[in-house]
């Protein structure tokens, strides 16, 4: 490979040169020594810029012995002497040409060569850089997520085990007839309660790995707004069993279509409204249109979220108790992942999700989402189908 | 009808999971009926042909034969009402399912009182499938087939046709879970069957019509993703 890129170099130098002379040829008794020289100049210039000083050197011998050989008078014709003192001007200024632009190009190649290195070496760093930081930050991540899961998942499976094998104890203890019903009730409630959480558990973190996994591509479904209500609504009805819940949105927005993930969102709204403001107290939910956007707003009367963590506690593991645990426990505050994965599923929408305090300074607060208008249900065409 | 009232109905399960036919054989013998189980959907249409069920649950995903096509092939040869149990979010196998003959299902994990009252709700259906005269009654409702008239607790309810074609076919199929494509090719017929939007706006004026309160129905109540269930009262 490297021979036959020398070979490239020298048999290119010299083959410029025969065909300049080639085209010269024709002229050959009208042309002067200095139109000969010029061009070959030219030619040498180029191939100590290309391939560098060697091949430059050599082209620049053969450019004064062809000169000679061609331009000097009739009677010395084949001879290679140097006839004239201007011949060897001529050879000098051709060689030290050759060196300088020969050079010159060298060394701007190595400055490029130089420059190359320099920016790879910065590339790998940088490279390494942020391939470390994210390293460090899924291992935070992986070990935050470990915590939370072992501990989520444990807790409620605690209780079912625990109450599980009470029942076996006493069923084994004791004959039917004088077996404690209602200790045995309050055991399988437990069971049935903590499972549905344990299963609330998984439901979010699979939302999650989905978001995470970018595999949430914004769904081409679509369903009305109260048909989005209905659905999370009636999904929430267990963590919302003891409060007064009002709805309020009219038949213009209510027959407005919304993509489906956002019942998952307002799902989430209301789970963690129920989360966060004492128990009791009414939810109330909003639907309006708002010029091209659908705004679905969550009130609740809790103590409202600090406006300096209004932005915090839609990240991912961020939690936060206003009502203050004594003990700083976070059992029931869940994973903390609940806004986080209602604000992915807003942006993948092209929505909004924020926090507001709750009006003329009321307790409480207000979560809302808009996401933009996709279609109305009711176009003309379907009228006519039913009429 | 009465063949149930004599006999103890019989329910085939068919999952691949063992423990949940375990599982609900226990509750299920407590409540009088009789179990038998499968693990794929081979096995289980072979145990069908064989024994002869009253009702079919059966799980989605097995190995060899699925659940899909273990409703195709019951619902070739047979009218039985099959249950399907599935996983949440996975509403898109439901929808195929249930266009693929199943008559309803329950999302895993579920409640044993919630698969109850689907059994008994698909075993009182298939067993008044077979009302031949010209009044068809089902809950509160009375439609008189060949007047096209249709009456709520005794009183008259004026439809327009489309509607009242809706309400039959919805009466018809009480209880049972139907997507809008089902109703698409039974209510305008299959030259519609891209048009979910005409099934909202026909639902909606229905509601109006026979519902007290139609932002909560009480009888055409909507299956979240899948369609619609229709509860004629009791």
């Known amino acids: 490979m490297r021979f036959r890129n020398t070979f490239v170099r020298y048999g290119g130098t010299f083959a410029c040169l025969t065909l300049v002379a080639l085209a010269l040829w024709p002229f050959h008794p009208d042309t002067r020594p200095l139109t000969a020289a010029a061009c070959l100049s030219l030619v040498l210039m180029g191939v100590a810029i290309n391939w560098g000083t060697g091949p430059a050197l050599l082209g620049s011998i053969a450019s004064a012995l062809y000169i000679n050989f061609y331009y000097v008078p009739p009677i010395d014709r084949f001879s290679f002497r140097l006839a004239q003192d201007d011949d060897l001007v001529a050879l000098i200024a051709f060689l ?8 010159l190009s060298a060394r701007a190649q190595r400055r490029a060569d130089e420059n190359l290195q320099l920016y790879e070496k910065l590339r790998v760093a940088f490279e390494q850089a942020s391939q470390l930081e994210a390293l460090k930050r899924s291992e935070r991540f992986k070990s935050v997520l470990l915590d939370t899961v ?75 707004v109260e048909e989005i209500l209905g659905t999370s609504l009636a999904r929430a009805e267990a963590v919302l069993a003891d409060r007064r819940v009002t709805v309020e949105c009219d038949e213009n927005t209510g027959s407005v279509m919304l993509p489906k993930p956002t019942a998952e969102v307002l799902f989430l709204l209301l789970e963690n409204a129920a989360r966060h403001s004492p128990a009791g107290t009414p939810v109330c939910v ?98 006519q189908v039913i009429a | 009808m009465t063949e149930l009232g004599n006999k103890t109905a019989r329910i085939l399960i068919v999952d691949d999971e063992p423990d949940i036919p375990e599982v609900l054989q226990t ?36 190995p060899r034969m699925g659940g899909i096509a273990l409703c195709k092939a019951i619902r070739s040869a047979s009218a039985v009402p099959i249950i399907v149990l599935s996983v949440k979010g996975d509403e898109a196998t439901k929808v195929h399912a249930l266009e693929c003959g199943a008559d309803d299902y329950v999302t895993k994990p579920f409640g044993m009182n919630e698969l109850l009252a689907r059994i008994k709700a698909a075993l009182r259906r298939s067993s008044r499938a077979l009302i031949t005269s010209n009044v068809l009654r089902a809950g509160d409702f009375t439609l008189d087939i060949s007047a096209r008239r249709a009456e709520i607790s005794g009183r008259e309810v004026p439809l327009t046709p489309k509607e009242y074609d809706l309400l039959k076919f919805l009466l018809e199929n009480a209880d049972r879970v139907v997507t809008p494509k089902t109703l698409l090719m039974n209510v305008w017929g299959r030259t519609y069957s891209d048009q979910s939007d005409a099934v909202r706006v026909l639902v909606r004026q229905l509601r109006k019509k026979i519902e007290l309160s139609p932002s909560s129905p009480k009888y055409l109540k909507t299956e979240p993703w899948i369609g619609y269930r229709f509860k004629p009262g009791d």
Do not use: C, Y
């Not at chain 1, 030290?96 to 050079?103: E, L, P």
């Not at chain 1, 939302?207 to 914004?218: D, I, M, Q, R, T």
């Open chain 1, 96 to 103: 030290v040409m050759s060196i300088v632009a020969g050079q």
């Open chain 2, 27 to 62: 509750s299920l013998v407590t409540h009088g009926f009789e179990i038998r189980s499968a693990d794929d959907g081979e096995t289980g249409l072979d145990l069908f042909k064989a024994w002869q069920p009253d009702l079919v649950i059966t799980d989605l995903s097995m």
């Open chain 1, 286 to 383: 909003t639907a309006s249109e708002q010029q091209d956007n659908v705004v679905i707003e969550v009130g609740d009367q809790g103590a409202g979220v600090p406006a300096e963590i209004r932005e915090k506690i839609f990240e991912k593991f961020f939690q936060f108790d206003a009502g203050g645990r004594k003990d700083g426990s976070t059992v029931g505050l869940g994973l903390g992942l609940g806004l986080a994965i209602a604000r992915g599923i807003i942006e993948t929408q092209g929505g909004k999700i924020w926090v507001e305090s709750n009006r003329n300074g009321k307790p409480g607060a207000r979560f809302m989402f808009s996401v933009p208008l996709a279609e109305r249900a009711i176009s003309t065409a379907s009228e």
């Open chain 1, 150 to 224: 072992t501990h989520d998942l444990r807790t409620p499976l605690t209780s079912i085990k625990a109450a599980a094998t009470s029942l076996v104890d006493f069923t084994q203890r004791a004959p039917f007839e004088e077996r404690n019903s209602a200790r045995e009730k309050k055991l399988l409630r437990i069971i049935v309660e903590q499972s549905d959480r344990l299963n609330r558990f998984i439901d979010e973190m699979v939302e999650f790995a989905k978001l995470e996994s970018g595999s949430k591509k914004p769904t081409g479904e679509l369903h009305p």
